[in-house]
């Protein structure tokens, strides 16, 4: 039985007549009587008296006619549901984001879906690279963001934005004052970084060794926070990422060192499982994220 039949069925039994059936259902004479003998066949029963002069329902075919208009009732109602579950978007959100992601870019985004999107919960998890990584591979978090890029076959991992990365030291740094400065000028320095495991480590590692610098102090902090305020306090140098700095620099608490012909470049991404490209939430939180990067 299709739901076509229930519905020509239905029409028929309202209007009595083949050809205006017909005319109403946009479909021709014989797809009408079609669907009705299909109907009397899969019923076993006759469900109209048919005569010259008139079309007039059987006992068993108002017996149908009460459970057609039922089940034709609930289809529309399922479809309608349906749909509209599709389109709300509401309820749990668990955000995963690396220390500089959570704390300086999130926010803004955040304000943005939660104006759009009142009714989602949004949690917020800050873990370095490793964890958001990790969490997202376990389902423990929706989507996840990451300083850098990474292989990862089984995730979908798509960089959103590019980040400039500068080499800073407290205000009064002997080299503050230099007009520009090479790198193997800083051989001699301390460095300050994140943890083993921090895209922020990676990335310093990364620039290091391109630029064939040796560290020989180093000093290991799970806090941007914590780095800024010791670099303040003129225990090293630290490369951070432009907008965790923004105030300090602005206030010309830390100093941005002017290195010779050097852009450090890092892209940002976002990052969750192929399950979770169907989750309304999810897909909620990426367009608005993609608006807003396509804006800046
Ligand atoms: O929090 S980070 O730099 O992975």
């Known amino acids: 039985m299709q739901l076509e039949e229930l519905k020509t069925f239905v029409t028929l039994a309202e209007v009595k007549n083949f050809t205006k059936t017909a005319d109403k259902l946009l479909m021709s004479q014989p797809t009408v009587s079609l669907h009705i003998k299909n109907l009397e066949k899969e019923f076993n029963t ?4 048919r005569s010259p002069k008139f079309l007039k329902i059987t006992p068993s075919g108002q017996l149908l006619l009460n459970r ?6 609930i289809y529309d109602r399922a479809k309608q549901e349906i749909l509209e579950y599709h389109h709300k978007i509401a309820g749990k959100l668990t955000i995963g984001a ?20 009142p009714a989602l919960e949004i949690e917020i998890m800050i873990g370095n690279r490793e964890e958001i990584l990790q969490s997202v591979r376990q389902f423990r978090i929706d989507i996840g963001f990451i300083e850098g890029e990474a292989k990862e076959n089984e995730l979908h991992i798509i960089p959103f934005m590019e980040e400039e990365f500068l080499v800073v030291s407290s205000s009064d740094h002997p080299l503050v004052h230099k007009e520009k400065i090479n790198f193997s000028e800083l051989i001699n320095e301390t460095w ?3 943890e083993v495991g921090s895209g922020n480590r990676d990335f310093l590692m990364e620039v290091l060794a391109k630029n064939g610098l040796k560290i020989k ?7 941007i926070q914590a780095i800024k305020e010791s670099v303040i306090n003129g225990l090293g140098l630290s490369l951070l990422a432009q907008n965790s700095i ?17 852009s450090f470049k890092r892209s940002f991404s976002y990052v969750y499982s192929p399950i979770m490209k169907n989750n309304k939430n999810v897909e909620a939180f990426i367009l608005v994220l993609e608006e807003q990067w396509k804006q800046t």
Do not use: C, D
Not at 68 to 73: F, S, Y
Not at 246 to 262: D, G, N, T
């Open 46 to 49: 006759e469900l109209f008296q």
């Open 192 to 194: 300050l970084s994140r």
């Open 246 to 262: 923004k105030r300090e620099i602005a206030h010309r608490y830390l100093a941005v060192l002017p290195i010779a012909q050097q």
């Open 98 to 117: 690396s220390y500089t992601i959570g704390e300086y870019i999130l926010p803004s985004l955040l304000f943005e879906l939660q104006r759009k999107y």
């Open 68 to 73: 057609a208009k039922e089940i034709i009732e």
């Open 217 to 223: 102090s180093l000093l290991t902090m799970n806090s």
